[in-house]
């Protein structure tokens, strides 16, 4: 049988401001990951760079390591390739008062 | 039970995957998630031009997931037979809903079968039982009838176990004759929208109360089954069964609206959870077993 790959939609249309995450996501079965993120409307005020966060239980977050940038405009892409991320995974980021984005978080995950 | 019967009955015992569901003589899906997401993806809201012309009931819904059941206290929980089940999960806002569906068509009009093993929990963010903070668990189908069969309509039988309700643990299956008005999307003429899972207009299963297993820590689950049978030539519900209950259909019905001129032969099956608290309620399929008479 092949090995699962799955496109999971994580956030889609949500308009990020301040400290903003996806949705807890469980994928202990994949050994990869790439996570694209496209701005689905042009982003307002400067923008940080996005982070992959992973967790135990879906509800303590640690930083893994990896940043990216936000797409600068809109419907630009940005992605990150992660590995050796346990089970949950998010992708979050801390806007600076008055900074916007609207997202489309897309997860690929492979077995 | 013809010979024929008994020969099927005898072979799909001798194998433990199916000797625990009691299919009809043809198996339309058997879905376990330990061989992955089985179809089973989101149910998207419909829209044209752009994203937020879709319903806020559906912009809500995300993605389910293959999971093991972890929890922060014992680890992984693992499913009926192996290591993954459907995980449906809300956001963590008092009335989130989810939804992971699997859309088909059928090719005879006549009886099919729903069997599932499921379970529920909220996000074990206290330490409390928290047995009444997942508003419900759930199931529905989409249906059309043919193209050349009609007249007839779109049916979406929903059943859902209310669980609680504003803190009160109600513990009882309620289904839906109404969904919200059919609502234009766009300019094209070519797409409309409904919120058939909005929180009104449920009603009450009559003797659907059931109190269903629910361990003493909320990281504890246990696994029941579920049986549903419907008629696709009637349009009618014929048998529902939760573990040892079976339910009289008499005074169950479905959402009826007319039928749309893009859904024929529609056979589409969903589950969803729905949370009671601003915490995640969480649904799990164990597996889920599609059958039909033909």
Redesign the interface.
Known sequence: ?LP?N?T??????ETWTGTSAT???????AREAVVFVRA?KEPKGPLPKARIEIS?????WCHEGSEFDLPAAKDAVTFQRISHFG??LRVAASLPNGSEITVLVTIHLKA | MTQLDDMRRAIRENDPALSRFDPLPRIICLDDFDRGMCGWTQLVGNYEETLDAMLPGYAQHSHAMLSTLPNWDFGSHGGVDGSYALKIATRPKKGAQNVAIKRLTFRKAGPIRLEAYFTFKPEATELALSETDIRSFGFLYDLQIGDTSGPGDRVMPHLRFLNAQDGQHAQKWQFKRKTTPIKPIGTAGKTITHYHLAPTDWEDLPGGEQRLCYNEIPTKVNWHYLRFDFDLAAMQATHFQVNDRVFAMDGFDCIRIPAMKNLWCMLNLAFFAETDTDKRAFAYLDSVCLSGDF
């Open positions: 049988m699962e799955l999971a939609v994580v956030a889609r249309n949705e807890p996501y469980e994928a202990g079965w689905l135990a239980d879906g509800m303590h089970n949950f």
